[in-house]
């Protein structure tokens, strides 16, 4: 199937007067209707690109244009292509289908909004600063998931080494761990900022993010005779269910 190339000038004079064809789309299964021209809006867009004079998608048993993607946040992209207006909820979720779709006008609103400017320009710039953050998340669900064969949760012991200082007395601070408990998953140090609270709360969300249900609480190890306490370590508890 083809569709009109309103590149040439033949074409572009006649849309003046003329509507823009109507196209029917099944996005992962939620329908919606719009014109050519919507949808081509942006020329450096997936979209646009997509339905070019030769479209590059398939149709459904029902003649519409089929694009396999959740189409569950498509009708705010839509929304933002037909009168430019931001969505009100689900930023996150419809952000992801901008960058998808390529559609930068959109994407640039939406990273503009309270809630991307402080995950990009706040909590992404302070992540980037804390060494092996993301390498550090995938290893911590890699042993969890190891060890929920064998137990309803998974607790993961982790050290918060939020200054030098605190990377300075690390190896003090492990020797008081009791047996068992030599494996330690370690975040730091960075240099000033957010706080070790900071750092706990971004390890919660991210893991979160990934569908799991976590807690972190503070380690509180056996007490011994001279024990002195450091308040670096914190158990990362994972509930299987």
């Not at 550090?136 to 080494?161: H, Y």
């Not at 991210?206 to 056996?222: A, F, M, Q, W």
Request: glycine share 6%; hydrophobic share 35%.
């Amino acid at each position: 199937m083809s569709l009109p190339d309103y590149k040439s000038s033949g074409k572009q004079a006649s849309s003046a007067i003329s509507p823009s064809p109507v196209v029917h789309l099944n996005v992962g299964g939620y329908l919606f209707s719009t014109t050519l021209s919507t949808l081509r809006k942006h020329p450096d867009s997936k979209l646009a690109e997509l339905f070019s004079s030769h479209p590059k998608v398939s149709t459904d048993g029902q003649g519409r244009f089929f694009i396999d993607r959740d189409g569950s946040h498509f009708g705010a992209v839509l929304e933002f292509l037909r009168s430019e207006k931001l969505p009100t909820e689900n930023i996150r979720e419809v952000y992801k289908e901008a960058v998808h779709y390529k559609i930068k006008p959109l994407i640039k609103r939406l990273e503009e909004t309270p809630e991307l400017f402080g995950e990009l320009v706040g909590r992404q710039q302070f992540l980037s600063k804390v060494r092996h953050y993301q390498e550090n998340i995938e290893v911590l669900i890699r042993i969890a998931r190891a060890e929920a064969v064998a137990a309803r949760r998974s607790t993961i012991l982790i050290a918060v080494l939020a200054t030098e200082e605190d990377l300075g007395s690390y190896g003090d601070a492990k020797s008081t761990l009791e047996a068992g408990k030599e494996s330690v998953v370690t975040f730091g140090p960075w240099k000033a900022g957010p706080s070790a609270r900071d750092l706990l709360d971004c390890v919660k969300m991210d893991i979160e993010s990934r569908g799991y249900k976590v807690n972190i609480e503070p380690h509180h190890p056996e007490r011994g005779f001279l024990f002195k306490t450091y308040d670096i370590f914190y158990n990362l508890t994972f509930t299987w269910w």
